[in-house]
Nanobody, 124 residues
Framework: QVQLVESGGGLVQAGGSLELSCAAS????????MGWFRQAPGKEREFVAT????????YYALSVKGRFTISRDNAKNTVYLQMNGLKVEDTANYHC?????????????????WGQGTQVTVSS
């Protein structure tokens, strides 16, 4: 059983930056692709970014590509999401997830474990 705990959320002005972290425990973190998803109030959860088991391959939603960067440190069992150029529309609860596969994945059903999320609020 994998446990995931996110941190790093907060309130930031538009154009600012935040780095989210997701610490994993209790499983084979190094074998799993990881992903970040987000859910805004009244909206469905959506894919943000994914990274393969080694960190050599990443994939982003078009809405964040060029602004967000996903990375991982397998020695620390942690995955990161660096968010730059934040926009008001990036406001959401951000969740990290561990996939059942080693390669990059963008669909919710391909992820078995989820964190509780960390809130990101971007003000204008």
């Amino acid at each position: 059983q994998v446990q995931l705990v996110e941190s790093g959320g907060g309130l930031v002005q538009a154009g600012g930056s935040l780095e989210l972290s997701c610490a994993a425990s209790g499983g084979t973190f190094r074998s799993n692709a990881m992903g970040w998803f987000r859910q805004a109030p009244g909206k469905e959860r959506e894919f943000v970014a994914t990274i393969n088991w080694s960190g050599s391959s990443t994939y982003y939603a078009l809405s964040v590509k060029g602004r967000f960067t996903i990375s991982r440190d397998n020695a620390k069992n942690t995955v990161y999401l660096q968010m730059n150029g934040l926009k008001v529309e990036d406001t959401a609860n951000y969740h990290c997830a561990a996939a059942r596969y080693s390669g990059i994945r963008s669909r919710e059903h391909e992820y078995d474990y989820w964190g509780q999320g960390t809130q990101v609020t971007v003000s204008s």
